[in-house]
């Protein structure tokens, strides 16, 4: 009786012992598990992280980068009664831009043609056929430089052969352009504008003549 007292003590021992040998691994919360999730059952990711803001982009949906400009935003629009200007969007500029501003030049001969400034830092876009004003309602604030035709607002091309264009974008730091009136011409609309400029960003196109 004495010896199978002290077997089942020992068989006891070697019981607890194997227990007690087990190893067992605590993920910290939030640590993430080998599928990328965390422990919480949250994802691995910070709820409020996203991915960095992409470069400035220009772009518009009566033509695409490299296109032949439609004659209608051209000298021949509307038969040559009224040059119509393009809709045009972009995407956000850098932190710290409080404004925007677009300036049409004939990059083939560096030809300044019009510009647009003092577009409010919330507005993405501009409609097609704005106003040939200096200061405009849609959208509120914008103001329009003297073009090289002396009128205020939107000049397209006129060339008298092939010739590229751009609508060059700038992010400013500023909500208001100093120093300009309605008496401005585009050539110092550009000045003022590079002078505070961010970022920029252009949509390049052709025009050929018909």
Same mark, same amino acid.
């Given at each position: 009786?004495? #010896?199978?007292?002290?077997? +089942?003590?020992? @068989?006891?021992?070697?019981?607890?012992?194997?227990?007690? +040998? +087990?190893?067992?691994?605590?993920?910290?919360?939030?640590?993430?598990?080998?599928?990328?999730?965390?422990? #919480?059952?949250? %994802?691995?990711?910070?709820?409020? +992280?996203?991915?960095?803001?992409?470069?400035?982009?220009?772009?518009?949906?009566?033509?695409?980068?490299?296109?032949?400009?439609?004659? @209608?935003?051209?000298?021949?629009? !509307?038969?040559?009664?009224? $040059? @119509?200007?393009?809709?045009?969007?972009?995407?956000?500029?850098? !932190?710290?831009?409080?404004? =925007?501003? *677009?300036?049409?030049?004939? /990059?083939?001969?560096?030809?300044?043609?019009?510009? *647009?400034?003092?577009?409010? /830092?919330?507005?993405?876009?501009? %409609?097609?056929?704005?106003?040939?004003?200096?200061?405009?309602? &849609?959208?509120?604030?914008?103001?329009? #430089?003297?073009? =090289?035709?002396?009128?205020?607002?939107?000049?397209? %091309?006129?060339?008298? !052969?092939?010739? $590229?264009?751009?609508?060059?974008?700038?992010?400013? &730091? @500023? !909500?208001?352009?100093?120093?300009?009136?309605?008496?401005?011409?585009?050539?110092?609309?550009?000045? /003022?504008?590079?002078?505070? /400029?961010?970022?920029?960003?252009?949509?390049?196109?052709?025009?050929?003549? &018909?």
């Amino acid at each position: 009786m004495r #010896s199978l007292l002290v077997t +089942s003590f020992v @068989v006891a021992l070697a019981a607890s012992a194997s227990a007690c +040998s +087990s190893t067992t691994t605590v993920v910290p919360s939030g640590q993430a598990d080998s599928d990328g999730g965390s422990s #919480s059952g949250e %994802p691995g990711e910070d709820a409020g +992280s996203s991915e960095p803001a992409g470069p400035m982009t220009l772009t518009s949906s009566a033509f695409d980068d490299g296109d032949e400009l439609p004659p @209608v935003h051209s000298c021949q629009g !509307e038969g040559g009664k009224r $040059e @119509v200007s393009p809709p045009l969007s972009w995407t956000p500029g850098p !932190e710290g831009t409080l404004s =925007y501003a *677009i300036v049409f030049v004939d /990059a083939t001969t560096d030809f300044l043609h019009s510009s *647009i400034y003092d577009i409010p /830092a919330d507005v993405t876009s501009l %409609p097609e056929g704005l106003a040939a004003k200096y200061e405009l309602s &849609k959208p509120a604030g914008a103001k329009q #430089s003297l073009s =090289y035709k002396g009128t205020p607002g939107y000049a397209g %091309p006129c060339p008298g !052969e092939p010739h $590229e264009y751009e609508f060059v974008l700038y992010a400013l &730091k @500023v !909500e208001k352009l100093e120093g300009l009136t309605e008496e401005s011409r585009v050539a110092a609309a550009e000045k /003022a504008i590079k002078k505070q /400029a961010l970022e920029s960003t252009k949509l390049t196109l052709k025009f050929t003549p &018909k």
